[in-house]
């Protein structure tokens, strides 16, 4: 029997109308969340995000303000957008558009994002927050990923669960949250032996290695829950890390490239600007 599909699109619908309520609810308050988008250079992949991003602010009823700053752009000058936007009170949310141009210190520059306004959770704050469990604002994705397999209805707890990938955005924090849903979670990276013998262990399998169709139907165990992060371009098509079509006839739920996790990392985006606004 082939897999139930786990759909972002669906999720992000129902997701959508209680933001869009909620929002009401801050504004009647006088509370008026606002999105700050820091854009360097014009890499087409982040347009294609940012573009996405500002979509659904507008569907919520966030407000949004896009800076854009040329691809040469030095240190001080975004440091001193990120200082502006900190101390503008009418911002409530602030994310630096990743991937930036080699001249500029990431970790410095959202290291500068107020904490309370890091609606990406890449503070450090934020990820060694989540790292202890406590009350923070969760990196998009990985809290997507568990917002998807609870919303499925995926047995957690005892499971083991397999993620290829240890980035600071996707596979490390991914592999937390697992571990706080009490999941038995192994890490695996370039450096893994045997991975196929290791991922077939997986009840859930995440996929976060950039690599087209990288994870085939003999990797997977029966009945997996494998959860597709990759976005990868392949003949202009976009494109999973997972072998779609072969493994959804083993795998007991399969998350779809594009209309999965994408989907969910924007709705989770949403979720952290309107936390975000009520602290503020
Ligand atoms: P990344 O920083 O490049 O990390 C890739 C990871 O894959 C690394 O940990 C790497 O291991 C591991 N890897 C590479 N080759 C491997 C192999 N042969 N066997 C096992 N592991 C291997 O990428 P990322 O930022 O985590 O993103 C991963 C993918 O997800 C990308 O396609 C990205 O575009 C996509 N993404 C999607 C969303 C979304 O919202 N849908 C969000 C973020 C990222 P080492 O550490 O040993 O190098």
Known sequence: MSAMILSGKEMEKELLASQI???GQLNARGIHPLLAVVMVGDDPASEIYVRNKSRMCDAVGIL???IRMPA???QES????IDRLN???AVTGILVQLPLPGQLDENQLLARILPQKDVDGFHALNAGKMLRGEACA?????RGIIYMLKKAGVPMEGAHAVVIGRSNIVGKPVAMLLLQENCTVTICHSKTQNLAEITRQGDILIAAVGKAHFVTADMVKPGAAVIDVGVN??????TGDVDFENVKEVAGYISPVPGGVGRMTVSM???NTLEAACRE
Request: glycine share 4%.
């Open 21 to 23: 309520e909620r929002c």
């Open 64 to 66: 949004q303000q896009t």
């Open 72 to 74: 040469d752009v030095s």
């Open 78 to 81: 975004v440091e001193r957008e």
């Open 87 to 89: 101390n503008d009170p």
């Open 138 to 142: 969760l990196a998009c994705t990985p």
């Open 233 to 238: 371009r392949v003949d202009g098509k976009v």
């Open 269 to 271: 985006l949403m979720e």
